[in-house]
């Protein structure tokens, strides 16, 4: 938004307060500075009218990449005015003005009516515990009355709090303006940091709830349902009132049923370990589980038992630990140190606080958690030392956490998957059916023919019915009689009722044959799945749930059936056992649709707890979702015929922008990622190639066809070519065209088995991959490019043809075709010329930029975007200790991470002055270990951070764009270790004042300047001075505004003349415009080369600023003791 649009916006909120007056808001004004508005407070116990300036920190964006700061130029107010408007202005992140005054004034309100009208509370204060304002707020749902036994609490914090990328917020379904909610529900005992510290843990009733929601609390029936407790019918005095308002819905996230799990059997022994000493939380989980180890072996020992599985299971968890890279403890954060990128609120640990709040820290221990889950085991929750960072959590390399992470739910939630992505789901479950079912070919297999599918599920207890083991191992059947019609069976004897209990999956065999009509299934029994609904003993009769009934059998009254039950072991079956089990398994499946809806109006189920599946479905369902460890998204929309709430089905994320025009017959999917592994090896290669020839192409496109079958394996494994399935005459390797429709002649031959129940209904599928751009390295390039480096090789787009033709439907009015991507302004990526890959209408591909992932995007020629520095890209760096929502995205340059091959600022920066000759000035030959090194100030706050994360992003931009010599200063953010103390060299002065002789005679090609901020920054100023060379005093003869202890003499740099809206660019130029002065010139004590190492002391620049403030009249800043005392340490 430009500068007029918003005082356009304060006029407006002016007219509307008129309109619809806002308690204690008397005006609404435009301020002296830009951005700035003046809200007018008044209140019975203010002896007058309050102004308080709400200073806008980016008009250009805003009002969703905006926040304000509040602040009051007055001394006559309390203190706690002071402190809430710290906290509110924490609130108008994304806020409008007028909402932003809204904020203002129910914060001030309660602050100076000293009350609390709904229970709620900031997380500044909490049972004594003291933190930084972060944007963090707690709210009390239950139990404020002193009779109370019971307390419910939500902590929350806004989700563009957290410095996660666009692209993990995408694959996790987070939206930047959700709040991450911990819920708390405390019976009996409030657990205080002296009892979790005094008593065991099992004394203490603490359940916890990890999810989502619109609003900073969910409503209080929402967050009873997620702990299955019924509202009371008389709600507690202090409760949130009814409500079945969406915006404060608790929904779960993905990695919501893991984390949950660990804190409610964990969390309090590890505050416990915390307390006791454990620097970090993963200090503390090591000791947790060896613990736990130890228990195991004794128990063992006493019972004699050597080598139970449980015990071994136990002691491979204990003897891992050694196999987890953990590096140098943090206490800062209470979490082993992380890569330089988290944001500042990760950081907070109310552990440090001399009266600690275990509840607040669990809500830091969640937070945490959550944004670094993927560097986590999602079973043992141990650091996992991985080079490449995946977009989504796995499990370490021990086979336990595997087996449960498959078996137990422990992984990311396949509800939460089902509801996000459904239609991912329908594709992962009709590849895996086709990958048992048809060969390539198109002939059902038999015998121990090789399957497409390359690892069968196995060790997951599966259980599956006897029939699929074939005639010769049938177990001796149930007879009974069934009527289907009325769903009713009576057994033929009495004493087989006890072998089939209600909730039994079964399988009906009747032994009349399929008509030769049929011709997969001729001469085949018929079978039918269900459930065991209801036993009558007196009667021996059930009644059952007819999940499937097999589509050729026509019911004709009451018949008698065979039944078995599912009661074969899974692994014991041969591979045609196995691929007919899961064939039959899938079968049984609802639509994704149908679960979808069931899961999304019982909020708090499971797949498991769906009547229609059965425990065997549901672990093939978990199996075939976790073990696909690619990223998948959908892109287009799929119209559904088997969805039954139209409304619903509306809400399914689709990400039209990202398609590909010429691709609108097919339904589209795009990898945001593909499986880790194969992924760290493409950018291997790409970096490779990079670092042996330059180019502005370095990875090129084409198309690749294979059969629906194989395609299952391919998202796990990768392209390979270990099987020759169409011939190799150009050699061995994985064979593309960059023409569309050769592939197709690959992807779309042949029959292809489709799962009964799928709304994509696919009849064949076909990628457009990303190869790494090295032709002369491929097996051959003409007619088509053969390569034999698997790892050069990734995905980027999966198009489904639906069965009947390439003609699809799509669910809502929007429409991919309309247009290219130029014409609805979405940025492509830009082909090799010599090698671009051709669509079906014979153009070429319009590829989104979305195709490959954000990391690498700021790398393509000629884009100016701004991109993550990797997967999850947290976009704040530690060291810095930025707690800014959006400011430090824009950081690209400061926090590029390792693996991108772009260069360093320092080095782009470097080459632009070797070549720039109007100036000696040449960045990175400073020592910075010769100069003054602070620790980040503990005083440090979130107002301080955030208008010095602007700065900092402003003064970067400014300093890659501007020609060095015309710049004149110099930053080297690379260096920057403590963003309240910065280094800045003053160079390029004009040749021809005394000053710059002087420096050319003394071989100092920049005046070196320390400036250190102080804790009431952008209220106060910063304190700038000279640290070398040294300058000739006033008294010599000297000028330039430099005092005799090196501080600068501008009534800028004083609280008198400073202003919280003045930039640290008009600060420098300002500061060089004051040395270049020729009345009286500055210059240098000495010309010798004694001049680049004669520095000034902190201690004497201080005092020199005292004394020339006090002789001008000029008030010194509030905090410069303070600042003074830092300082005093070096």
């Known amino acids: 938004m430009t500068l007029k649009q918003f005082n356009a916006e304060v006029r407006s909120a002016r007219s509307r307060l008129q309109e619809t007056p806002i308690p204690g808001i008397e005006a609404i004004e435009k301020g002296d500075s830009e951005g700035e508005v003046v809200v007018t407070l008044v209140h019975e116990k203010l002896p007058e009218s309050l102004p308080i300036r709400l200073l806008a920190q980016n008009v250009d964006e805003y009002p969703d990449g905006n926040n304000f700061l509040?602040?009051?130029?007055?001394?006559?107010?309390?203190?706690?005015?002071?402190?809430?408007?710290?906290?509110?202005?924490?609130?108008?992140?994304?806020?409008?003005?007028?909402?932003?005054?809204?904020?203002?004034?129910?914060?001030?309100?309660?602050?100076?009516?000293?009350?609390?009208?709904?229970?709620?509370?900031?997380?500044?204060?909490?049972?004594?515990?003291?933190?930084?304002?972060?944007?963090?707020?707690?709210?009390?749902?239950?139990?404020?009355?002193?009779?109370?036994?019971?307390?419910?609490?939500?902590?929350?914090?806004?989700?563009?709090?957290?410095?996660?990328?666009?692209?993990?917020?995408?694959?996790?379904?987070?939206?930047?303006?959700?709040?991450?909610?911990?819920?708390?529900?405390?019976?009996?005992?409030?657990?205080?940091?002296?009892?979790?510290?005094?008593?065991?843990?099992?004394?203490?009733?603490?359940?916890?709830?990890?999810?989502?929601?619109?609003?900073?609390?969910?409503s209080l029936e929402q967050a009873l349902a997620a702990f299955a407790i019924a509202p009371r019918k008389n709600a507690e005095k202090d409760a949130s009132p009814p409500t079945d308002n969406d915006d404060q819905k608790f929904k779960k996230v993905f990695i919501s049923t893991s984390l949950?799990?660990?804190?409610?059997?964990?969390?309090?022994?590890?505050?416990?370990?915390?307390?006791?000493?454990?620097?970090?939380?993963?200090?503390?989980?090591?000791?947790?589980?060896?613990?736990?180890?130890?228990?195991?072996?004794?128990?063992?020992?006493?019972?004699?038992?050597?080598?139970?599985?449980?015990?071994?299971?136990?002691?491979?968890?204990?003897?891992?630990?050694?196999?987890?890279?953990?590096?140098?403890?943090?206490?800062?954060?209470?979490?082993?140190?992380?890569?330089?990128?988290?944001?500042a609120i990760l950081y907070l640990d109310s552990f440090a606080e001399p009266e600690p709040s275990v509840l607040l820290m669990a809500m830091q221990f969640a937070i945490h958690y959550f944004v670094r889950c993927t560097e986590y085991c999602l079973r043992c929750h141990r650091r996992i030392d991985k080079e490449f960072e995946a977009l989504k959590p796995f499990v370490c390399s021990d086979p336990l956490c595997l087996f449960q992470y498959i078996t137990m739910g422990f992984g990311p939630s396949i509800e939460h998957e089902i509801i996000t992505q459904p239609y991912v789901v329908d594709l992962l479950i009709c590849l895996c059916y086709s990958s048992v079912y048809k060969h390539p070919g198109g002939v059902q297999l038999a015998g121990d023919s090789?399957?497409?599918?390359?690892?069968?599920?196995?060790?997951?207890?599966?259980?599956?019915?006897?029939?699929?083991?074939?005639?010769?191992?049938?177990?001796?059947?149930?007879?009974?009689?069934?009527?289907?019609?009325?769903?009713?069976?009576?057994?033929?004897?009495?004493?087989?009722?006890?072998?089939?209990?209600?909730?039994?999956?079964?399988?009906?065999?009747?032994?009349?044959?399929?008509?030769?009509?049929?011709?997969?299934q001729a001469g085949q029994p018929f079978y039918h799945h269900a459930s065991i609904k209801y036993v009558d003993r007196q009667t021996s009769s059930f009644t059952i749930d007819l999940i499937r009934q097999d589509p050729s059998f026509v019911a004709t009254g009451e018949v008698e059936m065979d039944v078995f039950v599912y009661s074969m072991e899974f692994d014991d079956l041969d591979n045609p056992g196995k691929a007919r089990a899961m064939i039959d398994i899938l079968n049984t499946v609802p639509p994704i649709s149908h679960i979808r809806e069931y899961l999304i109006k019982n909020p708090h189920s499971t797949l498991r707890s769906y009547d229609s599946i059965s425990p065997a479905a549901a672990t093939l369902l978990e199996w075939i979702v976790a073990s696909n460890r690619s990223c998948i998204l959908q892109v287009s929309p799929v119209l559904d015929r088997y969805a039954q709430d139209q409304e619903l089905l509306a809400t399914i994320k689709t990400r039209e922008q990202e398609a590909i025009p010429s691709m609108k017959s097919c339904v589209q999917f795009r990898f945001a990622q593909g499986a880790p592994d194969k992924e760290l090896r493409f950018h291997r290669a790409l970096k490779?190639?990079?670092?042996?020839?330059?180019?502005?192409?370095?990875?090129?496109?084409?198309?690749?066809?294979?059969?629906?079958?194989?395609?299952?394996?391919?998202?796990?494994?990768?392209?390979?070519?270990?099987?020759?399935?169409?011939?190799?005459?150009?050699?061995?390797?994985?064979?593309f065209s960059q023409n569309f429709e050769t592939s197709t002649g690959y992807a779309f031959r042949g029959a292809?088995?489709?799962?009964?129940?799928?709304?994509?209904?696919?009849?064949?599928?076909?990628?457009?991959?990303?190869?790494?751009?090295?032709?002369?390295?491929?097996?051959?390039?003409?007619?088509?490019?053969?390569?034999?480096?698997?790892?050069?090789?990734?995905?980027?787009?999966?198009?489904?043809?639906?069965?009947?033709?390439?003609?699809?439907?799509?669910?809502?009015?929007?429409?991919?075709?309309?247009?290219?991507?130029?014409?609805?302004?979405?940025?492509?990526?830009?082909?090799?010329?010599?090698?671009?890959?051709?669509?079906?209408?014979?153009?070429?591909?319009?590829?989104?930029?979305?195709?490959?992932?954000?990391?690498?995007?700021?790398q393509q020629p000629k884009k100016q975007l701004s991109s993550p520095s990797s997967k999850r890209a947290h976009d704040i760096t530690y060291s810095l200790g930025v707690s800014d929502e959006d400011d430090g995205a824009d950081l690209e340059y400061l926090f590029s991470s390792d693996d991108e091959n772009s260069e360093p600022p320092s080095k782009r920066l470097s080459s632009i002055y070797a070549r720039d000759s109007s100036t000696d000035f040449r960045p990175g030959t400073l020592d910075l270990s010769t100069l003054p090194q602070l620790p980040v100030p503990e005083w440090a706050n979130s107002n301080s951070t955030k208008r010095l994360a602007s700065d900092?992003?402003?003064?970067?931009?400014?300093?890659?764009?501007?020609?060095?010599?015309?710049?004149?200063?110099?930053?080297?953010?690379?260096?920057?270790?403590?963003?309240?103390?910065?280094?800045?060299?003053?160079?390029?002065?004009?040749?021809?004042?005394?000053?710059?002789?002087?420096?050319?005679?003394?071989?100092?090609?920049?005046?070196?300047?320390?400036?250190?901020?102080?804790?009431?920054y952008p209220f106060s100023p910063p304190f700038v001075r000279v640290i070398r060379p040294r300058f000739l005093p006033f008294a010599s003869g000297g000028g330039g505004h430099v005092t005799i202890g090196g501080a600068l003499c501008l009534e800028l740099l004083t609280s008198t003349g400073w202003s919280p809206v003045t930039s640290m660019e008009a600060v420098f130029l300002s500061v060089k415009m004051a040395m270049s002065e020729t009345e009286p010139a500055a210059r240098l004590a000495t010309t010798q080369a004694s001049a680049r190492t004669f520095d000034y002391g902190a201690s004497e620049a201080l005092d020199a600023y005292v004394r020339f403030a006090n002789a001008h009249g000029w008030k010194v800043p509030n905090d410069l003791k303070e600042t003074a005392s830092q300082m005093a340490n070096v």
């Open 70 to 218: 509040l602040f009051i130029i007055s001394d006559n107010v309390t203190g706690n005015i002071t402190q809430t408007l710290e906290d509110l202005q924490n609130f108008t992140f994304g806020q409008k003005i007028l909402e932003a005054v809204t904020t203002l004034s129910i914060g001030l309100q309660r602050a100076l009516s000293n009350a609390n009208s709904d229970g709620d509370t900031n997380m500044d204060s909490v049972h004594g515990s003291h933190l930084p304002a972060d944007g963090s707020d707690i709210g009390i749902l239950a139990g404020l009355e002193e009779s109370s036994r019971t307390l419910l609490l939500s902590f929350s914090v806004r989700a563009n709090k957290l410095g996660l990328s666009q692209e993990a917020l995408e694959a996790w379904d987070v939206e930047a303006s959700d709040y991450i909610v911990l819920l708390v529900l405390v019976d009996d005992m409030y657990p205080s940091a002296d009892r979790v510290a005094q008593q065991p843990a099992v004394n203490f009733q603490v359940q916890f709830r990890f999810g989502k929601c619109t609003r900073y609390k969910p």
């Open 260 to 343: 949950e799990q660990f804190m409610n059997e964990s969390f309090i022994s590890l505050a416990k370990l915390r307390l006791s000493g454990c620097a970090t939380w993963d200090d503390a989980n090591e000791k947790l589980r060896s613990f736990s180890s130890t228990i195991w072996d004794d128990q063992a020992e006493k019972k004699g038992e050597e080598t139970s599985n449980t015990v071994s299971a136990s002691n491979s968890q204990g003897k891992a630990m050694g196999a987890h890279n953990t590096s140098e403890n943090d206490p800062a954060d209470g979490y082993q140190k992380a890569p330089k990128t988290l944001p």
């Open 450 to 520: 090789k399957y497409p599918i390359r690892d069968f599920p196995s060790g997951l207890r599966l259980k599956v019915p006897s029939t699929v083991a074939g005639p010769a191992t049938d177990e001796v059947p149930i007879k009974v009689n069934v009527d289907l019609n009325l769903r009713k069976a009576t057994f033929s004897s009495a004493t087989n009722i006890d072998n089939i209990p209600a909730g039994t999956w079964v399988v009906l065999r009747h032994n009349n044959l399929i008509p030769s009509g049929n011709m997969e």
């Open 688 to 735: 490779d190639l990079k670092s042996k020839r330059r180019t502005n192409f370095p990875t090129l496109f084409a198309w690749h066809g294979s059969n629906f079958a194989n395609w299952h394996s391919i998202l796990r494994q990768g392209l390979d070519f270990n099987e020759v399935v169409n011939g190799r005459a150009y050699g061995n390797g994985v064979y």
């Open 752 to 858: 292809t088995a489709t799962w009964t129940n799928s709304a994509l209904n696919g009849s064949g599928v076909i990628s457009l991959c990303e190869i790494v751009n090295n032709p002369k390295e491929f097996v051959s390039t003409a007619p088509h490019l053969v390569v034999n480096q698997v790892d050069w090789i990734q995905c980027r787009y999966l198009f489904v043809q639906r069965v009947g033709g390439l003609s699809i439907p799509v669910a809502s009015s929007a429409d991919v075709s309309t247009g290219s991507t130029a014409a609805t302004n979405i940025q492509v990526i830009p082909q090799d010329p010599s090698r671009p890959v051709i669509g079906p209408d014979n153009k070429v591909l319009e590829i989104p930029l979305k195709a490959i992932p954000s990391g690498r995007a700021a």
């Open 952 to 1016: 900092i992003k402003l003064m970067q931009k400014v300093q890659s764009s501007t020609p060095p010599h015309e710049l004149g200063w110099y930053v080297d953010f690379d260096k920057v270790d403590n963003m309240f103390q910065w280094i800045v060299e003053l160079h390029s002065f004009e040749p021809s004042l005394p000053l710059a002789k002087d420096m050319k005679k003394a071989g100092v090609t920049s005046i070196v300047l320390e400036v250190r901020f102080g804790r009431e």
